[in-house]
């Protein structure tokens, strides 16, 4: 229990770090984003909500400098679904086959 | 007024700190890895090289001169970036291993190809935030397996290639911590409490000759990409088992497996730059990569509830967590879990066997994973 304890508050420590680390970051990011954008104020409205779609995407958040580069979306999962089947199904085909082998060799090479 | 100069010298890269702060959080980092590894005593062969190499990759450079991250480049081009080091790393595990456990009870390796439920159940989670290619590179951290993580994630390109190595080696050091709690969680009193006997079949030095050269072919024939790690993993076992090089398999045991391990740790510091490695995505990286863990001991469990409903000899589900590639932590976890419930409860071969079964699972998921991955890029 105390380990899980020490473990737990060791991730809480790093995690705090991280997120500081990212709050920090996409506030000087964003900073720069503003800065740039009160500066080339020749923008049309359409222009601007372009920009905003193209900085805020499904459910996650591209900061200029890439702080946040991963983005939710449900486009893979197909692909991955497939490959998690094929994957699983794959490995306990091989280790069966291979567990099927040492039978086998068990019952052919009996030690004398 | 000169000599104040000249003495200013020395303190002309206290100025780093103001623009790098996020070195600073790495030192600490690294100061942690390097407190579990010798307090802890967790996978200190790894964790140690690697804290200190996240200080050295860390302290302000000098431009224009060789620093350490040259010297840290060279050595992860010269061997990580190629695969060469991890490789070389699993003849020595290959010959440490003994299959003789697996070999006698051959029904244990549905055990090790259960607890790989968790690279693909986190692949396809990690889908949801990344690409195909880092989205398995980071489902591959639930291998338990660091030369696995290393290639499969280099072998895709992985832009995380560091965080996935780090998160890996990490894991594995920590499984006494993750798997015991999830074990006690998703089974009863009664299910720990069941016994098993060992009863082991004897095993011919024929079998031990033929085993890792038909293990090696029946990987190359369903998955071609793992024959690499397969193959330098039971060169090592069979130098083991042939009889006839002791030396080549002491020196592949030790010297080998010492020197790249040495190595190895201290060159995957060259991606634990404060720019690379302090990022989100690295934080929901390490996520994954203890979701992976585990759903690894989940799978390994479920297992063996499930073989409980059919079979007569009933086996303790705590050893279908042992299937995990965390070798030889996860065995000695599992057999001391046993003998907390039962100090008459013996799990320790059971639990070494289904953990070296893991050892080969592992690196037929890595084949898998690749293989899956460059056909699906060769035709997107």
């Given at each position: 229990m105390k380990k899980v304890l020490v473990f737990g508050l060791l991730l809480a420590v790093l995690f705090s770090l991280f997120t500081l680390t990212a709050f920090a970051e996409s506030t000087d990011a964003n900073n720069d984003v503003s800065t740039e954008t009160s500066v080339d104020n020749v923008s049309t409205d359409s222009d601007i909500s372009k920009e905003e779609l193209s900085t805020n995407t499904t459910g996650g958040e591209q900061s200029k400098d890439g702080v946040i580069s991963f983005e939710f979306s449900t486009t893979r999962f197909p692909t991955a679904l497939k490959h998690m089947a094929i994957g699983m199904l794959g490995v306990l085909i091989v280790l069966s086959l291979i567990a099927l082998v040492v039978f086998v060799l068990n019952k052919l090479c009996k030690p004398r | 007024m000169e000599f104040l100069k000249e003495l200013s010298v020395l303190f002309e890269h206290f100025g780093f700190f103001a623009d790098n702060w996020q070195s600073v959080i790495m030192w600490v980092i690294g100061a942690v890895l390097i407190y579990l590894a010798i307090k802890k005593e967790m996978e200190p062969t790894l964790l140690l090289p690697m804290g200190f190499g996240a200080i050295l990759m860390n302290l302000p450079a000098v431009e224009g001169m060789e620093g350490v991250g040259e010297v840290l480049g060279t050595l992860y081009n010269a061997g990580i970036k190629n695969e060469l080091f991890p490789l070389l790393l699993f003849i020595g595990i290959g010959a440490m291993i003994d299959f003789g456990p697996l070999l006698s009870n051959p029904k244990m390796l549905l055990f090790g190809a259960a607890a790989q439920f968790g690279i693909f159940f986190t692949y396809f989670v990690a889908s949801f935030f990344f690409d195909i290619p880092d989205a398995a590179s980071i489902g591959i951290i639930g291998a338990a397996d660091g030369p696995t993580a290393i290639v499969v994630a280099q072998q895709l390109g992985s832009k995380y290639a560091g965080p996935i190595t780090v998160a890996a080696y990490s894991y594995m050091a920590l499984v006494p911590i993750i798997q015991p709690p999830v074990i006690r969680l998703i089974t009863t009193r009664k299910e720990r409490l069941i016994r098993m006997e060992y009863k082991p079949a004897a095993v011919s030095k024929t079998t031990r000759i033929l085993f890792p050269i038909v293990i090696t072919v029946i990987a190359g024939l369903f998955a071609p990409a793992s024959v690499a790690l397969v193959g330098f993993l039971m060169f090592g076992n069979l130098i083991r088992e042939c009889g006839v090089l002791d030396n080549l398999s002491q020196t592949a045991q030790k010297e080998l497996a010492n020197l790249i391990t040495l190595i190895l740790?201290?060159?995957?510091?060259?991606?634990?730059?404060?720019?690379?490695?302090?990022?989100?995505?690295?934080?929901?990286?390490?996520?994954?990569?203890?979701?992976?863990?585990?759903?690894?001991?989940?799978?390994?469990?479920?297992?063996?509830?499930?073989?409980?409903?059919?079979?007569?000899?009933?086996?303790?589900?705590?050893?279908?967590?042992?299937?995990?590639?965390?070798?030889p932590m996860s065995s000695r976890v599992i057999h001391k879990m046993g003998l907390k419930e039962d100090p008459q409860n013996f799990l320790l071969m059971h639990s070494t066997a289904a953990n070296v079964s893991g050892q080969i699972a592992s690196v037929i998921a890595g084949g898998l994973i690749l293989g899956l991955v460059q056909k699906f890029l060769g035709g997107a």
């Open positions: - | 740790g201290i060159s995957i510091a060259f991606q634990m730059n404060a720019d690379k490695f302090l990022k989100v995505d690295t934080l929901l990286i390490m996520g994954l990569g203890l979701f992976a863990f585990v759903f690894d001991t989940v799978g390994g469990v479920m297992l063996a509830k499930v073989m409980n409903l059919f079979s007569k000899k009933k086996v303790n589900p705590m050893v279908g967590a042992a299937g995990i590639s965390a070798f």
